[in-house]
């Protein structure tokens, strides 16, 4: 993963525990201050809540634990690989476009991070720029240029 995606991953992580987590205890012991729990929404709701808080947040220690960080501003070259970011133009509609690769969790394609099993991070892996690359999509095969493969 990146260093942007590790960070943010990081900080989601500690907003569960310094905030989400005390805020469902504190739901949940209201809740129980109410009586018949059998029949309290309030407390059944809160401990779905806490259900998920506690398995996203296993959820994240795990992929921070096994996580490989690479900042990408020490990286280089004319090859698209992993954490570059990737000028590419169709060549049907001649519509520029610019996308960085990114791991799995990191993806946002409206944010121009696609991930780097997606097809077309997969077509471009490997790729300079001048290179077409094809890629199946439900449409039908697309094909775009590499404009330009930049490193930040």
Known sequence: MTGEGYK???????????VERPSVIAAISEARSHGDLSENAEYH????????????????????????????????GSQVKFGATVKVVDEDTEEEAKYQIVGEHEAEVKAGK???SSPLARAMIGK???????VNTPGGVKAYEILKVEWR
């Open 8 to 18: 943010v991953l990081d900080e989601e992580l500690k907003r569960l525990k310094s």
């Open 45 to 76: 709701a809160a401990k779905e809540r806490q259900g998920w808080i506690e398995g996203r947040i296993a959820e994240i220690e795990d992929k921070i634990s096994r996580a490989q960080v690479i900042d990408v501003s020490k990286l280089s």
């Open 114 to 116: 696609i991930s780097v």
């Open 128 to 134: 300079e720029v001048g290179d077409v690359v094809e």
